[in-house]
T-cell receptor, first 111, second 113 residues
Framework: RKEVEQDPGPFNVPEGATVAFNCTYS??????FFWYRQDCRKEPKLLMS???SGNEDGRFTAQLNRASQYISLLIRDSKLSDSATYLC????????????FGAGTRLFVKA | NAGVMQNPRHLVRRRGQEARLRCSPM?????VYWYRQLPEEGLKFMVY????????ESGMPKERFSAEFPKEGPSILRIQQVVRGDSAAYFC???????????FGDGTRLSIL
Protein backbone atom coordinates (compact mmCIF):
# COMPACT_ATOMS: atom_id res chain seq x y z
CA ARG A 1 0.00 0.00 0.00
CA LYS A 2 1.32 3.45 -0.91
CA GLU A 3 2.04 5.81 1.98
CA VAL A 4 -0.15 8.50 0.41
CA GLU A 5 -2.83 7.58 -2.11
CA GLN A 6 -4.85 9.80 -4.37
CA ASP A 7 -7.32 9.12 -7.15
CA PRO A 8 -5.27 10.03 -10.25
CA GLY A 9 -8.33 11.21 -12.16
CA PRO A 10 -8.56 13.01 -14.44
CA PHE A 11 -11.61 14.85 -13.24
CA ASN A 12 -13.33 16.67 -16.09
CA VAL A 13 -15.84 19.22 -14.82
CA PRO A 14 -17.69 22.22 -16.26
CA GLU A 15 -17.09 25.73 -14.97
CA GLY A 16 -19.07 26.40 -11.84
CA ALA A 17 -19.08 22.79 -10.69
CA THR A 18 -18.10 21.61 -7.23
CA VAL A 19 -15.39 18.98 -7.15
CA ALA A 20 -13.92 16.98 -4.27
CA PHE A 21 -10.57 15.25 -4.02
CA ASN A 22 -9.71 12.58 -1.51
CA CYS A 23 -6.42 11.42 -0.11
CA THR A 24 -5.59 8.62 2.31
CA TYR A 25 -2.37 8.09 4.23
CA SER A 26 -1.08 4.92 5.85
CA UNK A 27 1.12 6.12 8.70
CA UNK A 28 -0.71 7.19 11.85
CA UNK A 29 2.43 9.09 12.93
CA UNK A 30 1.75 11.67 10.24
CA UNK A 31 1.77 15.13 11.73
CA UNK A 32 1.31 17.82 9.11
CA PHE A 33 -0.87 17.88 6.04
CA PHE A 34 -1.06 20.14 3.01
CA TRP A 35 -2.60 20.52 -0.40
CA TYR A 36 -0.48 21.82 -3.27
CA ARG A 37 -1.31 22.46 -6.88
CA GLN A 38 1.08 21.92 -9.74
CA ASP A 39 0.64 23.25 -13.24
CA CYS A 40 2.22 21.45 -16.17
CA ARG A 41 6.02 21.77 -16.06
CA LYS A 42 5.87 24.16 -13.13
CA GLU A 43 6.80 23.93 -9.48
CA PRO A 44 4.25 22.85 -6.83
CA LYS A 45 2.57 25.76 -5.11
CA LEU A 46 1.11 25.63 -1.63
CA LEU A 47 -2.66 25.80 -1.72
CA MET A 48 -3.43 25.38 1.95
CA SER A 49 -2.51 23.61 5.15
CA UNK A 50 -5.01 21.10 6.50
CA UNK A 51 -6.16 21.07 10.11
CA UNK A 52 -8.35 18.70 12.09
CA SER A 53 -10.88 21.46 12.60
CA GLY A 54 -11.13 21.97 8.86
CA ASN A 55 -10.20 25.18 7.11
CA GLU A 56 -11.54 27.27 4.31
CA ASP A 57 -9.90 29.74 1.94
CA GLY A 58 -12.36 31.30 -0.45
CA ARG A 59 -13.70 28.60 -2.73
CA PHE A 60 -11.42 25.95 -1.22
CA THR A 61 -12.17 23.85 1.85
CA ALA A 62 -9.80 21.28 3.32
CA GLN A 63 -10.59 18.70 5.96
CA LEU A 64 -8.63 16.13 7.92
CA ASN A 65 -9.99 13.01 9.56
CA ARG A 66 -7.24 11.53 11.70
CA ALA A 67 -9.28 8.52 12.78
CA SER A 68 -9.83 7.46 9.17
CA GLN A 69 -6.45 8.81 8.00
CA TYR A 70 -8.17 10.75 5.28
CA ILE A 71 -7.78 14.24 3.83
CA SER A 72 -10.11 16.02 1.46
CA LEU A 73 -10.15 19.13 -0.69
CA LEU A 74 -13.36 20.69 -1.95
CA ILE A 75 -13.39 23.28 -4.71
CA ARG A 76 -16.61 25.22 -5.21
CA ASP A 77 -17.59 27.22 -8.28
CA SER A 78 -14.72 25.83 -10.38
CA LYS A 79 -12.86 28.23 -12.66
CA LEU A 80 -10.92 27.45 -15.82
CA SER A 81 -7.81 28.53 -13.94
CA ASP A 82 -8.33 25.76 -11.40
CA SER A 83 -7.19 23.24 -14.02
CA ALA A 84 -4.05 21.67 -12.56
CA THR A 85 -2.78 18.65 -10.67
CA TYR A 86 -3.62 18.68 -6.97
CA LEU A 87 -1.10 17.09 -4.65
CA CYS A 88 -1.79 15.75 -1.19
CA UNK A 89 1.23 16.08 1.10
CA UNK A 90 1.90 14.38 4.41
CA UNK A 91 4.79 15.05 6.80
CA UNK A 92 5.77 12.54 9.43
CA UNK A 93 8.46 11.90 11.97
CA UNK A 94 9.77 8.34 11.87
CA UNK A 95 13.30 8.37 13.20
CA UNK A 96 13.99 11.02 10.62
CA UNK A 97 11.58 13.44 9.06
CA UNK A 98 9.86 12.70 5.79
CA UNK A 99 7.66 14.62 3.42
CA UNK A 100 5.56 12.39 1.20
CA PHE A 101 3.75 13.66 -1.85
CA GLY A 102 0.81 11.86 -3.35
CA ALA A 103 0.99 11.22 -7.08
CA GLY A 104 -1.64 13.90 -7.62
CA THR A 105 -5.14 14.22 -9.03
CA ARG A 106 -5.59 15.93 -12.38
CA LEU A 107 -8.42 18.41 -12.77
CA PHE A 108 -9.66 19.82 -16.07
CA VAL A 109 -12.26 22.56 -15.86
CA LYS A 110 -14.01 23.22 -19.16
CA ALA A 111 -16.06 26.15 -20.38
CA ASN B 1 13.21 38.27 -4.89
CA ALA B 2 12.52 36.67 -1.52
CA GLY B 3 11.43 33.31 -2.96
CA VAL B 4 13.35 30.06 -3.30
CA MET B 5 15.96 30.47 -6.00
CA GLN B 6 17.27 27.57 -8.00
CA ASN B 7 19.90 27.61 -10.68
CA PRO B 8 20.46 26.75 -13.35
CA ARG B 9 16.93 26.42 -14.76
CA HIS B 10 18.17 23.99 -17.37
CA LEU B 11 21.32 21.89 -17.28
CA VAL B 12 22.62 19.60 -19.99
CA ARG B 13 25.35 17.09 -19.24
CA ARG B 14 26.90 14.16 -21.07
CA ARG B 15 27.00 10.74 -19.48
CA GLY B 16 29.83 10.51 -16.95
CA GLN B 17 29.98 14.23 -16.18
CA GLU B 18 29.05 15.88 -12.91
CA ALA B 19 25.94 17.95 -12.32
CA ARG B 20 25.68 20.60 -9.60
CA LEU B 21 22.32 22.06 -8.74
CA ARG B 22 22.02 25.08 -6.46
CA CYS B 23 19.27 26.25 -4.19
CA SER B 24 19.00 29.38 -2.07
CA PRO B 25 16.15 29.12 0.41
CA MET B 26 13.53 31.75 1.02
CA UNK B 27 14.69 34.53 3.30
CA UNK B 28 14.33 33.47 6.91
CA UNK B 29 14.15 29.76 6.08
CA UNK B 30 16.84 27.40 7.32
CA UNK B 31 15.30 24.09 6.23
CA VAL B 32 15.90 22.85 2.70
CA TYR B 33 14.44 19.85 0.85
CA TRP B 34 15.34 18.32 -2.50
CA TYR B 35 12.89 16.38 -4.67
CA ARG B 36 13.08 14.66 -8.03
CA GLN B 37 10.24 14.46 -10.51
CA LEU B 38 10.18 12.31 -13.61
CA PRO B 39 7.78 13.21 -16.46
CA GLU B 40 4.17 12.31 -15.66
CA GLU B 41 5.17 11.15 -12.17
CA GLY B 42 4.88 12.56 -8.67
CA LEU B 43 7.58 14.22 -6.60
CA LYS B 44 9.97 11.91 -4.80
CA PHE B 45 11.63 13.13 -1.63
CA MET B 46 15.40 12.93 -1.73
CA VAL B 47 16.94 14.75 1.21
CA TYR B 48 16.18 17.19 4.01
CA UNK B 49 18.89 19.52 5.33
CA UNK B 50 19.35 22.26 7.83
CA UNK B 51 22.40 24.46 7.94
CA UNK B 52 25.47 22.20 7.92
CA UNK B 53 23.39 19.13 8.79
CA UNK B 54 21.67 16.39 6.86
CA UNK B 55 18.48 15.56 8.75
CA UNK B 56 17.05 12.84 6.52
CA GLU B 57 18.58 11.43 3.36
CA SER B 58 16.42 8.34 3.10
CA GLY B 59 15.37 9.24 -0.44
CA MET B 60 18.86 9.71 -1.81
CA PRO B 61 20.37 7.03 -4.03
CA LYS B 62 23.25 5.38 -2.20
CA GLU B 63 25.80 6.16 -4.90
CA ARG B 64 26.74 9.21 -6.97
CA PHE B 65 24.32 11.60 -5.21
CA SER B 66 25.25 13.95 -2.38
CA ALA B 67 23.82 17.10 -0.87
CA GLU B 68 25.10 19.82 1.38
CA PHE B 69 23.87 23.03 2.93
CA PRO B 70 26.93 24.95 4.16
CA LYS B 71 26.92 27.66 6.75
CA GLU B 72 27.39 30.23 4.01
CA GLY B 73 25.96 29.95 0.53
CA PRO B 74 23.31 27.88 -1.19
CA SER B 75 22.43 24.24 -0.79
CA ILE B 76 24.05 22.05 -3.45
CA LEU B 77 22.78 18.79 -4.90
CA ARG B 78 25.64 17.03 -6.61
CA ILE B 79 25.32 14.13 -9.02
CA GLN B 80 28.54 12.46 -10.07
CA GLN B 81 29.03 10.37 -13.21
CA VAL B 82 25.56 11.13 -14.49
CA VAL B 83 23.58 8.52 -16.42
CA ARG B 84 20.57 8.88 -18.72
CA GLY B 85 18.23 7.86 -15.91
CA ASP B 86 19.20 10.97 -13.94
CA SER B 87 17.29 13.12 -16.43
CA ALA B 88 14.49 14.72 -14.44
CA ALA B 89 13.25 17.92 -12.88
CA TYR B 90 14.89 18.57 -9.53
CA PHE B 91 12.96 20.81 -7.18
CA CYS B 92 14.20 22.48 -4.04
CA UNK B 93 11.90 23.68 -1.29
CA UNK B 94 12.46 25.55 1.94
CA UNK B 95 10.53 26.01 5.15
CA UNK B 96 10.81 27.96 8.36
CA UNK B 97 10.77 24.83 10.49
CA UNK B 98 10.05 21.12 10.65
CA UNK B 99 6.50 20.37 9.57
CA UNK B 100 5.97 23.91 8.29
CA UNK B 101 4.69 24.54 4.75
CA UNK B 102 7.37 24.18 2.11
CA UNK B 103 7.81 26.70 -0.67
CA PHE B 104 9.30 25.57 -3.93
CA GLY B 105 11.77 26.98 -6.40
CA ASP B 106 11.23 26.86 -10.15
CA GLY B 107 13.26 23.68 -10.43
CA THR B 108 16.26 22.60 -12.49
CA ARG B 109 15.58 20.49 -15.59
CA LEU B 110 18.51 18.13 -15.99
CA SER B 111 19.02 16.48 -19.35
CA ILE B 112 21.65 13.83 -19.92
CA LEU B 113 22.87 13.29 -23.46
Amino acid sequence: RKEVEQDPGPFNVPEGATVAFNCTYSNSASQSFFWYRQDCRKEPKLLMSVYSSGNEDGRFTAQLNRASQYISLLIRDSKLSDSATYLCVVCLVTGGFKTIFGAGTRLFVKA
Amino acid sequence: NAGVMQNPRHLVRRRGQEARLRCSPMKGHSHVYWYRQLPEEGLKFMVYLQKENIIDESGMPKERFSAEFPKEGPSILRIQQVVRGDSAAYFCASSAGTGEPQHFGDGTRLSIL
